[in-house]
């Protein structure tokens, strides 16, 4: 089964950035959409940007403009690059990823375990 490790997160000061990492191994299968979502203590998870296996991003409004997220296929591995951070950023980041499995000819999500942002200000 697919496993998505995330790392890069951690304390930063208003106006500082961070980049996230998610390393995607032990999939049998090929990785099709891998995506950031964010959770912040008592709020519901939310998408933060997603990209393609192609490379087409998409970024949710509060975030457009401040945070890329990026992608190498061969490392099977996504990135996000926050910069000017804000207290409102602060939550537990996870990486997502849909997993297209040929011989069931399924689609899968897969969850990382969540890496913790903290923004002071």
């Known amino acids: 089964q697919l496993q998505l490790v995330e790392s890069g997160g951690g304390l930063v000061q208003a106006g500082g950035s961070l980049r996230l990492s998610c390393a995607a191994s032990?999939?049998?299968?090929?990785?099709?959409?891998m995506a950031w979502y964010r959770q912040a203590p008592g709020k519901q998870r939310d998408v933060v940007a997603s990209?393609?296996?192609?490379?087409?991003?998409n970024y949710e409004d509060p975030v457009k403009g401040r945070f890329t997220i990026s992608r190498d296929n061969g490392k099977n591995t996504v990135y996000l690059q926050m910069n000017s951070l804000k207290a409102e950023d602060t939550a537990v980041y996870y990486c997502?990823?849909?997993?297209?499995?040929?011989?069931?000819?399924?689609?899968?999500?897969?969850w990382g375990q969540g890496t913790e942002v903290t923004v002071s200000l």
């Open positions: 990209i393609t296996s192609r490379g087409t991003t």
């Open positions: 997502y990823a849909l997993e297209y499995i040929q011989y069931s000819g399924r689609y899968y999500t897969r």
């Open positions: 032990g999939s049998i299968g090929s990785i099709d959409t």
